[in-house]
């Protein structure tokens, strides 16, 4: 399992700065162009010690780890992570990711059909909500898989759970981990008998985002030793994106459909080694792409297949998205100390396949006071927010937060975790906006947020 940023020394002493506009991330959801610098104001305080919003906003619990039960009986799954919302004829159904990795006290349950291997306790649940936010019912729609951290949606309406981790057979794992699986929101039967796409490869993903137009899946590396690589697949020939498409080309083209590349970064004739190179929001890189050698890591991890100064890594690769035309992905923070160039807490990168470039968008300093309210850092998972402006999962030190970022590349706080200092994960907008979903991940809670959203 990856380190987060809670296990290493923090240094540094710039204090949080967000740079640079996003009008380019915010622009193809927005549903208003008004500029607002200072988000929905300050948070207040929870009487129930669980999140605090703003003033007119409220919360209610859809989800309790240990606590609320799904139809099989069973309760809800640990460490809620990455998290999609699809609209359903009654409501919405969300894609709940389980971050398990063995230690967790509630496992996702291996029920017969759903179940890739006994040994592992990670997988996904569903959870239907009304209109409103209100459960419905959950239940078990992948499991035994490993460390579901966090994934993307697809443009045909799936969402594609990530394995974050290296894991190899052996002891109680019946089958190697590293994998993607594709999940259906709302066909049981399409979730029967998983399959991984190791066309994919097999590493650490983190997060996907896929391009509607040609099904090209864009994924981060969440690892070290070396540190991450940011990964392209085409398709072959013919291919067409659909709901079951990926499992069947996983099931009739084998291992090595597609084309499975590694980003390689050039500024002029010089080639960046790390994303930490770029300090200023508008660096601009351009971009070939490096066929993986061999993309199932059968002797060697696909990040140390490469030679030194082929491919371009970056510390802490974490969420992902598509907005724009474009792909958007964070660097989570970097330290000098894990093999970065630079120090930071955050970067937001887009890549254009337009032109074969990847901008750094916004770029957080290196936070001097994680216990200070108005300090932010350790970006995560990502939204864009239908509303104007990105919603980020923060996972640092100290006081813990959904981040909002406003157009004009303004830090506000969203939310406060009040019970402890886990991370948030899995933002997630329903498709008509009145509803945020998000999760806070220890000890696993799954929230549905309200409110005046109009305010903006």
Excluded at 131 to 152: I, K, Q
Excluded at 158 to 187: I, N, S
Excluded at 218 to 225: C, H, I, R, W
């Amino acid at each position: 399992m990856a380190l987060t940023r809670r296990d290493l020394l923090r240094t540094g002493a710039l204090g949080i700065a967000v740079a640079g506009s996003i009008d380019a991330i915010a622009a193809p959801v927005a549903a208003a162009n008004v500029r607002r610098p200072t988000g929905y104001g300050p948070l207040v305080e929870d009487p129930a010690g669980l999140l605090a919003l703003p003033r007119e906003f409220s919360y209610r619990v859809v989800a309790q780890a240990g606590v609320t039960t799904l139809e099989s009986g069973h309760p809800t799954p640990s460490d809620a992570d990455g998290t999609a919302c699809f609209r359903d004829r009654s409501g919405f159904v969300l894609v709940n990711n389980h971050e398990i990795g063995g230690d967790e006290p509630f496992r996702v349950p291996t029920l017969p059909g759903i179940t890739y291997d006994p040994g592992a306790g990670g997988g996904t649940t569903n959870i239907l909500v009304d209109h409103w936010g209100r459960r419905v019912r959950e239940y078990a729609s992948l499991a035994g898989t490993h460390n579901n951290c966090a994934g993307g949606h697809t443009p045909w309406g799936t969402w594609l759970t990530c394995e974050e981790t290296e894991q190899r057979a052996g002891g109680v794992y019946q089958k190697d981990h590293g994998y993607v699986f594709e999940v259906d929101p709302f066909d049981r039967r399409a979730n029967e008998n998983p399959v991984p796409l190791k066309f994919l490869g097999r590493y650490s993903h983190e997060a996907v985002a896929v391009d509607p137009h040609d099904s090209t899946i864009y994924l981060t590396e969440d690892a070290s030793g070396p540190n991450g690589l940011y990964f392209r697949w085409t398709p072959p020939k013919g291919f067409r994106g659909r709901r079951g498409a990926l499992r069947q080309l996983q099931l009739t083209a084998g291992d090595n459909a597609g084309r499975l590349q590694a980003m390689s970064c050039f500024k002029g004739g010089k080639h960046i080694d790390d994303l930490s190179e770029a300090t200023r929001p508008g660096t601009r890189y351009r971009v070939k792409w490096v066929d993986v050698p061999e993309r199932d890591a059968r002797e060697v991890s696909v990040r140390k297949q490469f030679a030194a100064g082929e491919v371009t890594h970056s510390r802490k690769l974490e969420g992902a998205y598509w907005g724009d035309g474009g792909a958007y992905f964070v660097a989570s923070y970097a330290r000098t100390s894990d093999g970065s160039v630079n120090e930071h807490d955050g970067q937001v990168w887009f890549y254009d396949p337009r032109t074969e470039t990847v901008e750094l968008k916004t770029i957080f300093g290196v936070n001097p006071d994680p216990d200070a309210d108005t300090n932010y850092d350790g970006p995560d998972n990502i939204t864009v927010s239908p509303h104007g402006g990105l919603i980020l999962a923060e996972d640092g030190e100290g006081l813990s937060h959904l981040v909002g970022v406003t157009d004009t590349g303004k830090a506000y706080p969203m939310a406060r975790n009040e019970l402890n200092d886990s991370e948030f994960t899995g933002p997630t907008f329903s498709q008509d906006g009145r509803i945020l979903f998000a999760n806070i991940q220890t000890p696993g809670y799954v929230f549905a947020i309200t409110g005046p959203w109009h305010r903006w």
